[in-house]
């Protein structure tokens, strides 16, 4: 007797890779600022790999953005730019070249409690989806400090930026929520 789950897995993996064939469509403007499509190198492979990841903010230089491992550490893009952190992301209708950067653990604390202050649902959304119990409310931002700040079992996040490590500007101290 046949069950359902196959075919369960299948349209479930088809709804989560929807958005990327939106992308190569040249339909990535729908998703305006708040998607990102990333093509990087598989680590073991060598073949491209895609993925569509939340944009958490705008980074420190032009065109640059911070994006969530929502599975943490254990995300195969995320293992895949710590091994290969030369990569193309597309925003709406731009595309780039550039560089994936790990932050350090501090700054992604703060980064993530700040989109939590803005984004508070889609937060903890993904707060659901690591099985963590956070639900957006003030205090729990430094929950979501401290979920940031683990990269065991936290919420890495990575810098995408369209320069090399030795051409980056010196960062300006961050004064308010980034944009």
Known sequence: MRTAGPARRRLSRALVRAPILVFRCGLGWVFGRRLVLLTHVGRT???????????????????????ASGYGSRAQWYRNVVAHPEVTYEVGRRRRHGWAYPL??????????????????????????????????????????RLGADHEHGVPLVLLAPTPPSEREPRPPRGGTPS
């Open 104 to 145: 350090p653990s501090t700054e992604s604390g703060r980064w993530l409690a700040e989109y939590a202050a803005r984004r508070p649902r889609t937060a903890a959304a993904l707060m659901r989806m690591l099985d963590r119990d956070v639900d957006g409310s003030p205090p729990d931002l430094e929950a979501y400090q």
């Open 45 to 67: 492979t060598g073949r491209p790999r895609h993925a569509v990841l939340e944009v958490v903010g705008r980074g420190p230089v032009s065109d640059s953005y911070v994006v």
